[in-house]
């Protein structure tokens, strides 16, 4: 089954960094994915496309201080210099031929 | 600048049957798959379905599929979704959204572009 796997919640200190992981299932491990960052009572907002060598491209206007990796079946997005507006819900999304899948998002908490 | 301008939604009756509509500009839009997601209130992100630039590829989430039915006009720069025998558990946000740059026949890719949504409520 092609599942995107999030934790629910994350937090970290203003000023800070932070890496969420987004987790495909056994079998996807050679999946791209793409992170969306969901800020509260906005729409969604593209952040970047991670392939499954770690190079990923950026929205329009998507500052440096975010980046992604990936690791096996891992995908990740680092927010360096956490700023009050990074706090948000941030979703995985992957794609096969005829399927578009989410990760059931991460809400992170800037302290 | 890419825009895309969802309308349509409204509150409805279970059973009943709705149309959205994505107004899009800012991009060739014959070039791009196009898709809708929906976001219940306090819930995370669904994808609906998709359809290829040329209307040969279309997919549908098992959630709607006998149900909703995607088109678009290209000449237009419109995005439709028809919505019929409409459930209380179809209440929700619902968003245009671009796919980036794929090959010409695929129909699902990264999304790079969301709109800001219709509301959709069904209710009695």
């Known amino acids: 089954q092609f599942v995107l796997t999030q934790s629910p919640s994350a937090s970290a200190s203003l000023g800070a960094s932070v890496k969420l992981t987004c987790t495909l299932s056994?079998?996807?491990?050679?999946?791209?994915i793409a992170w969306h960052q969901q800020q509260p009572e906005k729409g969604p907002r593209y952040l970047m496309k991670?392939?499954?060598?770690?190079?990923?491209s950026k929205g329009d206007g998507i500052p440096d201080r975010f980046s992604g990796s990936s690791s096996g079946t891992e995908r990740y997005l680092t927010i360096s210099s956490l700023q009050s507006e990074d706090e948000a819900d941030y979703y995985c999304?992957?794609?096969?031929?005829?399927?578009?899948?989410f990760g059931g998002g991460t809400k992170l908490t800037v302290l | 600048e890419v825009q895309l301008v969802e309308s349509g939604g409204g509150l409805v009756q279970p059973g009943r049957s709705l149309r959205l509509s994505c107004a899009a500009s800012?991009?060739?839009?014959?070039?791009?798959?196009m898709h809708w997601v929906r976001q219940a209130p306090g819930k995370g992100l669904e994808w609906v379905s998709g359809?290829?630039?040329?209307?040969?590829?279309?997919a549908y989430a098992d959630s709607v599929k006998g149900r909703f039915t995607i088109s678009r006009d290209n000449a237009k720069k419109f995005l439709y979704l028809q919505m019929n025998s409409l459930r209380a558990e179809d209440t929700a946000l619902y968003y245009c959204?671009?796919?980036?740059?794929?090959?010409?026949?695929?129909?699902?890719?990264?999304?790079?572009?969301w709109g800001q949504g219709t509301l959709v409520t069904v209710s009695s």
């Open positions: 959204v671009k796919v980036i740059l794929i090959s010409r026949g695929a129909v699902a890719g990264s999304f790079d572009y």
């Open positions: 800012g991009f060739s839009f014959d070039d791009y798959a």
């Open positions: 359809i290829s630039w040329n209307s040969v590829t279309i």
């Open positions: 056994s079998g996807h491990s050679s999946y791209a």
């Open positions: 991670l392939n499954v060598d770690g190079s990923h």
């Open positions: 999304q992957t794609w096969g031929t005829d399927i578009v899948v």
